[in-house]
């Protein structure tokens, strides 16, 4: 994955920060609903563009049927993608949160940033 930024941090609804956080979607990657590619059981996939305009292929971790935190088979995908590094094997950029507000109830999205393979 790659090394997030050392100014990276969480704001508190208090006003305070939580240094070493991840990125935030929007501010780091280009990206509509429109641009949906593709849905499945585990996600939503979106082509996007980073700040350098190369493509990308952002998944939406699916998180509403979970009832006991961050689903395991999101874990398992990150844990095997992030060490797995082959020419035939999408490569995993980072993973990045989406902006956490009163009106999402302080619950955000996790994606997953892929490079993006045409197909």
Do not use: C, W
């Not at 874990?75 to 993608?81: A, G, N, P, S």
């Not at 999408?90 to 996790?110: A, C, P």
């Amino acid at each position: 994955m790659a090394a997030v930024a050392g100014d990276a941090k969480i704001e508190l609804v208090d006003g305070g920060y939580i240094p070493g956080a991840t990125r935030i979607v929007d501010e780091a990657y280009d990206y509509t609903d429109a641009d949906q590619i593709g849905e499945g059981t585990y996600g939503k996939v979106y082509k996007g563009k980073d700040k350098k305009g190369k493509s990308v292929a952002l998944k939406m971790i699916r998180m509403d049927n979970e009832k006991e935190g961050f689903p395991i088979t999101a874990i398992r995908e990150i844990k095997l993608l992030s060490t797995l590094k082959h020419e035939n094997i999408v490569n995993l950029r980072e993973i990045v949160r989406s902006r956490v507000n009163k009106e999402s109830k302080y619950k955000g999205d996790i994606f997953m940033v892929f490079d993006y393979a045409e197909h």
